[in-house]
């Protein structure tokens, strides 16, 4: 079975309701289950060693990740300028500006991360009018609707150095196309999470 046979869910498992499906057998083929399909992330089962149970990858042309997924930050003391000095000898520019384009893009959206909203982020290479080689930033978002009956799309290129503001223009770019209503549409589904996973922080 692949995404393109499911039809549209009345409720994704993401985070810990995945992964405590995942740590409960969920994937082994004598546990019985009402469920189609388990959407979870591939580098948490490259983690474990699961990799045999993927039946498909999801790509970014099907569905974009949740804004700012897989970057890492460290933070520090302000005062300890010393660490903050190592600290930024690990700094990606290029991780930078995604980070900071895709987040911008959510909160002019004014959504929350459990919004169902996607960007996605990349430096790539191209050529000026002059021919010469110059790094640009491209950044792909979308707005649907809690269903997934209806998709908005949108996509924009620039500078890296201006990542904020090219992420603020996009987010605009969707709400002239109507990602305000879907938005305002979209509320979190009526689930039970009194069995929360046990890598879940406790409240």
Do not use: Y
């Not at 189609?36 to 045999?52: F, K, M, N, P, Y």
């Not at 992420?167 to 979190?188: T, V």
Request: glycine share 6%; proline share 6%; charged share 25%.
């Amino acid at each position: 079975m692949c995404s393109s046979d499911l039809a549209a869910p009345d409720f994704l498992g993401a985070g810990a309701v995945a992964l405590g499906l995942l740590l409960d057998h969920a994937f082994e083929a004598d546990v019985p289950t009402d469920l189609d399909a388990v959407v979870i992330a591939r580098a948490g089962l490259s983690r474990i060693g699961r990799t045999e149970v993927v039946t498909e990858s999801l790509e970014p042309v099907q569905m974009l990740p949740a804004p700012a997924q897989g970057a890492l930050a460290v933070e520090c003391r302000s005062e300890d300028t010393t660490l903050a000095e190592a600290l930024a000898e690990l700094d990606d520019a290029a991780t930078r500006a995604a980070v900071v384009a895709e987040r911008a893009l959510l909160a002019e959206l004014e959504a929350g991360c459990t919004a169902p909203v996607g960007a996605l982020a990349e430096v790539v290479e191209s050529l000026d009018d002059d021919g010469r080689i110059v790094e640009e930033l491209s950044l792909r978002g979308c707005a649907a609707a809690i269903d997934g009956s209806e998709v908005l799309r949108a996509s924009v290129v620039g500078d890296p150095t201006q990542a904020a503001e090219l992420g603020r223009a996009l987010a605009r770019e969707l709400l002239e196309l109507g990602a305000r209503d879907l938005l305002a549409d979209a509320s979190p589904p009526d689930t039970d999470f009194s069995n929360p996973s046990p890598m879940e922080n406790p409240q």
